[in-house]
T-cell receptor, first 114, second 110 residues
Framework: SQTIHQWPATLVQPVGSPLSLECTVEGTSNPNLYWYRQAAGRGLQLLFYSVGIGQISSEVPQNLSASRPQDRQFILSSKKLLLSDSGFYLC?????????????FGEGSRLTVL | SQKIEQNSEALNIQEGKTATLTCNYTNYSPAYLQWYRQDPGRGPVFLLLIRENEKEKRKERLKVTFDTTLKQSLFHITASQPADSATYLCALEIGDKIIFGKGTRLHILP
């Protein structure tokens, strides 16, 4: 069966520090991969998505970046965090061939920038 | 740009009654629409998908309708229970993207 792992689960970072969140999927091939952010009082905002290795689409211009170095690995990064980067970050995958777009989410990473 | 609105930020329903949540969208004609449940501190969990050519879909106590003319989906939970309390999100596919509404926090009162 397919599983998705996301880490770290929580982190507290100072403003201006770098960030790396990692997500891996097991049990499937060539998944579509997504990074969402959920800030307090706001909805689920799509940040990046990828339909294949090295293919990254950005939805929101900001100081974050994403990379997909392997088929089932998706990394969210920042060189310098801002206070506004605080939030609950969720990685998700879908079967690109299934045509339904059903998303399977990881457990999330809660980031607090101080 | 595409816009998704869920009519209520929060909704209180008495146990045993039917809860009805609304999702409206503009500027797009999706091939399908999805509903998810999210519990505090957790990732959303997929519940139901309804395609543009389907009027209604059911799963146990859940029912979803899809009106492409009104650009609206309704999500019903019948015989609601306190365990149904959660945030419910509707989502649209736009090409390879899935975008979400802000969600409705549903409280089932015992």
């Amino acid at each position: 069966s397919q599983t998705i792992h996301q880490w770290p689960a929580t982190l507290v970072q100072p403003v201006g520090s770098p960030l790396s969140l990692e997500c891996t999927v097991e049990g499937t091939s060539n998944p579509n991969l997504y990074w969402y952010r959920q800030a307090a009082g706001r909805g689920l905002q799509l940040l990046f998505y990828s339909v294949g290795i090295g293919q990254i689409s950005s939805e929101v211009p900001q100081n974050l970046s994403a990379s997909r170095p392997q088929d089932r690995q998706f990394i969210l990064s920042s060189k310098k965090l801002l206070l506004s980067d605080s939030g609950f970050y969720l990685c998700a995958w879908s079967d690109g061939l299934a045509g339904t777009g059903e998303l399977f989410f990881g457990e999330g990473s809660r980031l607090t920038v101080l | 740009s595409q816009k998704i609105e869920q009519n209520s930020e929060a909704l209180n329903i008495q146990e045993g009654k039917t809860a009805t949540l609304t999702c409206n969208y503009t500027n797009y004609s999706p091939a399908y629409l999805q509903w998810y449940r999210q519990d505090p501190g957790r990732g959303p969990v997929f519940l139901l998908l309804i395609r543009e050519n389907e009027k209604e879909k059911r799963k146990e106590r859940l029912k979803v309708t899809f009106d492409t003319t009104l650009k609206q989906s309704l999500f019903h939970i019948t015989a609601s229970q306190p365990a149904d309390s959660a945030t419910y999100l509707c989502a649209l596919e736009i090409g390879d993207k899935i975008i979400f509404g802000k969600g409705t926090r549903l409280h089932i009162l015992p």
